[in-house]
């Protein structure tokens, strides 16, 4: 037979499929239908949603789509005229959407955030080059002061959900037994080995802030110790904003330099930057 005469011989199949289904009730024509509109759930999630996060199984998207395409074939009407299959996808890529959307637990107004930022991000680099990009740039781009960019850049900061099955620490050395997230959880109240190592890291940065030029330290403490603006600073300290920014800026790499010589004791479980983040330095001191 050849394949016009297959293709032929199949639509009529579907024709009398979905005449015995909605005037017949017909539940085997009904499951012909669906069997053979199937093709329409992966082509949907591959033209449509080409890359899916990788905390979300391929399979349980599909499965909303194919809940979508019942919902498709019980609902549709072929007296309309309506072609099905563009009436399907539009219906199987929504459920998809929706799933999405549903699984996604950040605010949509962090995702936002994050966008703006990123979007920021590629024109300076592309702009200044990989790594010469500051923060001042970012903010001067984003047409914000530093205290503004700041405020934007930890509120478009967020956890990312992981699966308690994921392994985390050490994988390189045979030796080691690797451990899931879940064995990691910490408890609540922190184990005399963790209290130990916190102890000893306020001490280090305690330190390292009592090493820095007067002005610099003084601008470091109001800044992390009192939460102050830099504007606000300024006036404290009878310079230009301007300048307290710069002071700012010189007492940053200088603490950077310092504490990279204690590397080890410096990086939490994500990784964490070496440099001193506003909230974090200010609540290691004021504990």
């Known amino acids: 037979m050849s394949t016009r005469k297959s293709l032929s011989r199949t639509q009529d199949d579907l024709i009398a499929a979905w005449i015995q289904f909605k005037e017949h009730g017909s539940s085997t024509a009904r499951a012909f239908i669906i069997e053979h509109y199937r093709y329409l759930i992966s082509k949907t999630r591959q033209r449509i949603i080409p890359t899916v996060p990788t905390k979300i199984a391929p399979e349980d998207l599909e499965q909303e789509g194919l809940i979508a395409l019942v919902k498709a074939v019980d609902q549709f009407e072929p007296s309309r005229g309506v072609k099905f299959e563009s009436y399907a996808i539009s219906m199987v890529r929504g459920a998809m959407l929706e799933y999405l959307r549903k699984e996604d637990w950040v605010p949509r107004s962090v995702r936002t955030k994050q ?5 920021a991000e590629e024109a300076l680099t592309t702009e200044k080059g990989e790594g010469e990009v500051t923060d001042e740039d ?3 781009y984003l047409e914000l002061d530093i205290d503004q960019f700041y405020a934007l850049y930890f509120e478009a900061t967020v956890m990312q959900i992981v699966s ?50 007067k002005p610099e330290q003084s601008v470091i403490k109001m800044y992390y110790y009192q939460n102050m603006t830099l504007k606000q600073i300024a006036k404290e ?17 200088r603490l950077s330099g310092f504490l990279s010589r204690t590397q080890g004791l410096f990086h ?16 290691s001191a004021r504990k």
């Open 138 to 140: 970012r903010a001067a």
């Open 237 to 253: 300290i009878n310079r230009s904003e301007s300048r307290a920014h710069q002071l700012h800026a010189q007492a940053i790499m």
């Open 164 to 213: 308690l099955e994921d392994v985390v620490g050490d994988t390189e050395h045979e030796d080691l037994d690797p451990l899931v997230v879940l064995e990691s959880v910490r408890s609540p109240d922190p184990d005399p080995h963790t209290t130990t190592i916190v102890n000893e890291q306020r001490r280090i940065l305690h330190q390292c802030v009592q090493w820095l030029p």
């Open 115 to 119: 966008k703006l930022l990123a979007r």
């Open 268 to 283: 939490d479980s994500e990784g964490a930057p070496l440099v001193p983040k506003r909230g974090r330095a200010a609540a």
